[in-house]
């Protein structure tokens, strides 16, 4: 079956970063588009950065110049480098995969980023 998986949260100081992992299983990994949002207490999740099959990049305002998106079709894996982190920036991130041709679209369960002041 699909399956998304996150890992890379956890705890840092502002200013610090993060590498947060989603590996993908059960997809054609290649042919899908790949997102990260975000989702803090309190607040509507919203799109930190996605990357299309052919490797074109997209990302939030408030986030552009620290987050950078990437993917390893060799591994399955879309990746987010968090720099310069923000106690703002705390939130569950998650992953989506979303296949442009047929609409489907597959979400991770989500890994904690918590940024200390």
């Known amino acids: 079956q699909v399956r998304l998986v996150e890992s890379g949260g956890g705890l840092v100081q502002a200013g610090g970063s993060l590498r947060l992992s989603c590996a993908a299983s059960?997809?054609?990994?290649?042919?899908?588009?790949m997102d990260w949002y975000r989702q803090a207490p309190g607040k509507q999740r919203e799109l930190v950065a996605s990357?299309?099959?052919?490797?074109?990049?997209n990302s939030a305002d408030s986030m552009k110049g620290r987050f950078t998106i990437s993917r390893d079709n060799s591994k399955n894996t879309v990746y987010l480098q968090m720099d310069s982190l923000k106690p703002e920036d705390t939130a569950v991130y998650s992953c989506?995969?979303?296949?442009?041709?047929?609409?489907?679209?597959?979400w991770g369960q989500g890994t904690q980023v918590t940024v200390s002041s």
């Open positions: 989506s995969a979303r296949n442009t041709l047929t609409s489907y679209v597959a």
């Open positions: 059960g997809i054609a990994f290649s042919f899908y588009t």
């Open positions: 990357i299309t099959s052919d490797g074109r990049t």
